[in-house]
Antibody, heavy 117, light 110 residues
């Protein structure tokens, strides 16, 4: 059974970098599109971006200048870095697998990140 | 890329049907058959209910069905049950492996 688990700091100061890691079990990180999605408190879902391998990476145009993503195949993990955060980046961050055509079939439980001094 | 438009709320009595619309543009919903739908209960991660417009993942009841016409996709929940009360989000491929989500619809079972 495929499982995803987000990990990282729950509190980040404004202007600093938000860093999250998603650990995958039950599937190889070398296949499928691995995705980050966020949800501000009380609001809807926002697609952040995906990573397929070290070359195929893309992100939401609204976040592109601040987002980097990477894979660690030795640990079966993928990561998200979001630089220069503001309060508007406060959200529950989900990692997910796009394992079906256009469908995110497995999700992590979500990690709440609050941006505050 | 702008969020897809969904009605904020929808409701129905147990046993009835409810249909949720998801309106995009000719660059996302209208261009691709990669529309999916997600159910989210409070405090939980979303769950995939429909992918590729009208396909159900294993384990999703056939009470859930999807369709698309032009730039608008729809999710229909037939035979409403209490556990169907949740938020529902649509999503569409928007070109170059990018995706966009809908604004979300809260479904209430009366």
């Amino acid at each position: 059974q495929v499982q995803l688990q987000e990990s990282g700091p729950g509190l980040v100061k404004p202007s600093e970098t938000l860093s999250l890691t998603c650990t995958v079990s039950g599937a190889s990180i070398n296949t499928n599109y691995w995705t980050w999605i966020r949800q501000p408190p009380g609001k809807g879902l926002d697609w952040i971006g995906y990573i397929y391998d070290t070359v195929n990476i893309d992100s939401n145009p609204s976040l592109k200048s601040r987002v980097t993503m990477s894979l660690d195949t030795s640990k079966n993990q993928f990561s998200l870095n979001l630089i220069s955060v503001t309060a508007a980046d406060t959200a529950v961050y989900y990692c997910a697998r796009r394992g079906l055509p256009g469908g995110f079939d497995y999700w992590g439980q979500g990690s709440l990140v609050i941006v505050s001094s | 890329q702008s969020a897809l438009t969904q009605p904020p709320s929808a409701s129905g009595s147990p046993g009835q049907s409810v249909t949720i619309s998801c309106t995009g543009t000719s660059s996302d919903v209208g261009a691709y058959n990669y529309v999916s739908w997600y159910q989210q209960h409070p405090g939980k991660a979303p769950t995939l209910m429909i992918y590729e417009v009208n396909k159900r993942p294993s384990g999703v009841p056939d009470r859930f069905s999807g369709s698309k016409s032009g730039n608008t996709a729809s999710l229909t929940v037939s035979g409403l049950q209490a556990e169907d009360e949740a938020d529902y989000y649509c999503s569409s491929h928007a070109g170059s492996s990018k995706f966009v989500f809908g604004t979300g619809t809260k479904v209430t079972v009366l």
